[in-house]
């Protein structure tokens, strides 16, 4: 039986790549797993019975769940083998021995091998990989056998051997493959301008290939040689579909770390990440609990040397988003600007993020009062309200050239939509498309009517609009004497900027914020509202009968009317007593009295 707190975790799982880790009650890693969808995997584990003993087994064991998010699955594959044999989980059978994925090398020596292996040498060679797929490492290792002339062969060519005659050439050179280095019929210049473009493809230029063999394969079509065709065709999807780096792996970075950082109010959110020897081998997330107004750098400097005390780590790089000013003796802070560590603290960030976010989920559901209540500081805070904002209204207005103008109120109660407060305007004073006096008018109507029937007022009203309908809903505050009593902002669409009565500069909120994130919901709810009611207003004015305005006429005498003469002239034209036959004389009075005067 799933514990409430497990089930909820399952429950918010993201639906993107990424490994899964189930922890046991002891905190030990029992087992690693990776998914192209973490969701829809994980719960397999749950929702069925059990195929064999270690599985159930396994599953009675799990009291936590721990994820990592990654780009795609080749990534989950080689994140996966890396901590299997870190860890070395209990229950993983599979990826526990030495063996890894293999890489492409570029041999350090006079004219370059091109090679494939599992095993990198600290000899100063190029490192391409790892490669998840076997068959796609092939595929290019082939296509540089095509493209260009690369020697396949171990001899040793230092210029000395060259000189001295020893070697003749091969079968490849009789096929065009090799140009003989090894006889001196090629430099070693043009050889590495080659092994240059070859490097180029394999950091993932591919576009002057792809156009090569675009270009080669129309000729071959031109040519009748449709075989040779479909094959260079197959090369280009297999070029199209290549990944090729990862972030995961890099023979590059060595030895580092990498820590990001989240705040809220009172808890701040961090990942840590240790490389060693080019792989990710741990991805740790936690929470600390905030009891000053510390930022993000000096959260790190007090938590990091802890993380590297209790991970043993050596490393002498740490990157991070904001170098702190603390200086460290044992290594140095880096904020990288490309390459392969920007796209490991990318890695970094976008894990801190869906753990703060399965966090927020976790406590919503378990304790939501207080869930809401720091929502709530936040907005007080960010918007330097002096009271706590439970009440919150946001109007919008809706109209098509001016026709149908209505105008939707929402009201949040503790941060939550409380729909049975919701309430539309019909607008009443305001002739032709006018935005800024439609909002006057509805705003004056909504909270004249509040204070007659002496109901609870607002702490913050939200405008959908920029400074025009902001200043048009602060006029009907000031004539109501509300203006200095309850906060008032409006949120211009475009760049979400946030406006404040009778100033002109606006305040850009952080685009995580919550604060945001609710005066958004807040916008979307009214407009959403709004378009509802003015369709269904537009729907009603074209479906008008003339006859729906005849005090007596009910809706089966309309039917029986429009049926049999489905016109006003008709009405007019057709024979009394048939009329008088239809619906009685009272109701012929009224029909007729009514039509001639219209």
């Known amino acids: 039986m799933l514990s409430t707190e497990l089930e909820n975790k399952i429950k918010n799982l993201p639906t993107t790549s990424g490994v899964y880790q189930f922890i046991s009650n002891q905190k030990k890693i029992i087992y690693v797993g990776k998914a192209k969808n973490l969701k829809k995997r994980v719960l397999s584990y749950f929702n069925r019975p059990a195929d064999n003993f270690k599985t159930k087994l396994l599953v009675s064991q799990i009291a936590d769940i721990q994820f990592l998010v990654v780009e795609n699955e080749a990534d989950a594959f080689l994140l996966e083998n890396n901590l299997i044999k870190t860890h070395q989980p209990k229950y993983n059978i599979l990826l526990k021995d030495d063996k890894s994925y293999p890489w492409i090398c570029v041999k350090n020596e006079a004219f370059p091998r091109v090679f494939s292996t599992r095993q990198i040498e600290e000899d100063g060679s190029f490192y391409f990989g790892p490669y998840p797929s076997g068959k796609m490492m092939q595929t290019l290792l082939k296509l540089f056998n095509e493209l260009f002339t690369i ?15 020893k070697y003749k050439v091969c079968l490849d050179y009789h096929l065009k493959k090799c140009k003989g280095p090894c006889v001196g019929l090629q430099t070693e210049k043009e050889y590495l301008q080659e092994i240059d473009q070859m490097k180029h493809i394999l950091k993932g230029n591919l576009k002057p290939v792809l156009n090569y063999l ?29 990944h090729a780096k990862s972030l995961i792996v890099s023979p590059q970075e060595k030895e580092l770390d990498t820590i990001t950082c989240i705040q809220e109010e009172k808890k701040a959110y961090l990942n ?25 750098s000096e959260i790190i400097s007090f938590v990091l040397p802890r993380l590297r005390q209790q991970f043993g780590s050596t490393s002498k790089i740490v990157l991070v988003e904001e170098s702190p000013e603390v200086k460290e003796e044992s290594f140095q802070y880096v904020v990288p600007q490309i390459g392969d560590k920007k796209k490991l603290l990318e890695f970094s960030i976008k894990n801190v993020k869906w753990f703060k976010l399965d966090k927020e989920k976790a406590e919503k559901i378990k304790n939501p009062e207080q869930h809401y209540e720091r929502i709530l500081n936040q907005i007080k805070n960010d918007l330097r309200m002096s009271q706590l904002p439970i009440h919150i209204e946001c109007f919008d207005n809706s109209n098509i050239q001016g026709t149908s103008p209505v105008s939707a109120c929402v009201v949040f109660k503790n941060a939550k939509p409380s729909k049975k407060d919701y309430r539309h305007f019909h607008v009443k004073y305001v002739i032709g498309p006018d935005d800024f006096a439609t909002m006057e008018e509805v705003v004056y109507r909504r909270y004249k009517r509040l204070i007659e029937e002496k109901k609870p007022l607002p702490q913050l009203i939200v405008i959908d609009g920029g400074k025009g309908q902001l200043s048009a809903a602060c006029k009907s505050l000031k004539k109501l004497n509300l203006l200095e009593k309850i906060t008032i902002i409006g949120i211009a669409k475009r760049l979400e900027e946030i406006f404040f009565p009778e100033d002109s500069i606006p305040i850009y909120l952080d685009k995580r914020s919550e604060t945001l994130k609710t005066i958004q919901f807040l916008r979307n709810e009214a407009h959403r509202f709004g378009i509802t009611f003015h369709r269904q207003t537009r729907i009603k004015k074209g479906i008008h009968s003339f006859l729906d305005d005849i005090i007596g006429i009910g809706p089966k005498t309309k039917q029986i009317l429009m049926e049999k003469f489905k016109s006003k002239k008709n009405i007019l034209h057709a024979d009394k007593n048939e009329v008088i036959q239809l619906i009685g004389l009272e109701k012929y009075k009224k029909l007729i009295h009514f039509l001639e005067n219209h």
């Open 151 to 165: 020697r396949t062969c171990s001899l040793d060519l230092s210029q000395n051997k060259i000189k001295q005659n």
């Open 214 to 242: 675009n270009e080669k394969m129309m000729k071959q079509s031109q040519l009748l040689l449709f075989e040779e065709a479909q094959s260079t065709k197959q090369k280009i999807s297999s070029l199209e579909n290549y």
């Open 272 to 296: 840590y990440c240790i490389v060693k020897n080019g792989a990710l081998i741990n991805s740790l997330n936690i929470v600390v609990n905030k009891k000053l107004e510390e930022n993000n």
